[in-house]
């Protein structure tokens, strides 16, 4: 597949999920948590990330608001939400 072809096609994807990643950032904004204590907004995100067919493991590290989110397996592009 062409780069520009890729790019158009992750382009058109980001289109269609910005309302709603927009959304969780004005939320983060209106409810500051203090990190390693995002009892809300973690949650939120990882709901979020499930609903989008992200395959979910929470408690990531023993830590109760860490999780890894997944989707696909073997080569290919890598996405991370910090």
Do not use: D
């Not at 994807?13 to 969780?24: G, L, S, V």
């Not at 990190?35 to 109760?64: D, K, Q, T």
């Not at 608001?65 to 989707?71: G, I, S």
Request: hydrophobic share 40%.
């Amino acid at each position: 597949m062409p780069i520009s072809h890729l790019a158009m096609t992750t382009s058109e994807a980001w289109m269609t999920i910005r309302p709603e990643n927009e959304q969780h950032f004005e939320q983060k904004w209106a409810n500051p948590e203090l990190p390693c204590m995002e009892y809300r907004s973690s949650p939120r995100l990882a709901e979020w990330l499930g609903r989008h067919g992200f395959e979910l493991e929470r408690l990531v590290g023993g830590i109760p608001t860490a999780f890894a989110a997944r989707l696909g397996a073997g080569a290919g592009p890598v996405i991370g939400f910090l």
